[in-house]
């Protein structure tokens, strides 16, 4: 099936990443500028056919609200890992880190979380199928090429998903309005870690909490009570990573 990625960052990186099959490269007429000449040097470097458009054309594809920038590129889906490959690629390894996002609706919220997993080198990215928002184009376009490096995996059996991880030694550590403890006080040791962020309503799901080792709290000064779930889950991302990096304690 084809899919449509749209605005310039997001269709260089699709190239660059090279997962994909590629169909066609469309730019509007009046597009110039040296992100797009490289974009449409790299498009014909790979053999992929280049048409300049009027931009209804463009419009006519992506929707007249889409921040397309006068660059649209057909394609197929992406080629990526199973849930299981991921498991077999991380289960022995100390710094894994996978993060588990729990029936998010906003593909844009999704869209940047996966960006943040990107640019954090996170392992992998576990995604539930049910009400959650879709890998479309927005979710492609918020994500700014993120979407295209980060391993991305959408699953319908979700919860049992979380748990197979945790059998296989991982820390789940559920991030929550209300968590247990300070995110600043946890210390997952020498272990692989999932993160699982919730939903931007609900949250994390009871049947999923349940499997959490911990859940923890961002904590915060002003009158504003919660964050945005991208926000939250980069913090959170950040602060993992951090802890494992920071130098160990002499006496």
């Known amino acids: 099936m084809t899919e449509y990625i749209y605005g310039r960052h997001p269709v260089f990186e699709a190239l660059r990443a090279r997962r994909r099959v590629f169909e066609r490269l469309l730019l509007a007429k009046n597009t110039h500028g040296d992100l797009v000449r490289r974009i449409e040097s790299l498009a014909a470097s790979l053999g992929v056919p280049v048409e300049r458009v009027e931009h209804g054309v463009l419009e006519d594809l992506v929707g007249k609200n889409a921040v397309h920038q006068g660059v649209v590129l057909l394609c197929g889906e992406k080629k990526g890992l199973s849930w299981k490959d991921l498991l077999g690629s991380t289960r022995n390894r100390r710094d894994a880190l996978v993060l588990f996002v729990d029936r998010v609706e906003d593909p844009r919220n999704l869209g940047a979380i996966i960006r943040t997993a990107a640019f954090f080198g996170v392992d992998g990215v576990v995604v539930s199928k049910a009400r959650s928002a879709p890998l479309g184009a927005q979710a492609v376009k918020a994500a700014a090429g993120g ?3 980060a391993e991305v995996i959408q ?3 979700f ?3 979380v748990r197979a991880f945790r059998e ?4 789940i550590v559920g991030l929550e309005v209300d968590g247990k403890q300070c995110i600043w006080d946890i210390d997952p040791g020498p272990f692989p870690v999932g993160l699982v962020v919730g939903g931007e309503n609900e949250g994390i799901r009871r049947i999923v909490r349940s499997l959490c080792d911990y859940t923890v709290r961002i904590p915060g000064k002003g009158p504003v009570s919660s964050l945005n779930v991208s926000v ?3 913090i959170a ?3 993992v990573i951090r802890r494992r990096n920071r130098p160990a304690r002499t006496s």
């Open 147 to 149: 979407l295209e490096v």
């Open 159 to 161: 919860t049992e998903i």
């Open 237 to 239: 991302l950040y602060e």
């Open 168 to 171: 296989e030694g991982f820390v």
């Open 232 to 234: 939250a889950a980069g």
């Open 155 to 157: 699953v319908n059996n």
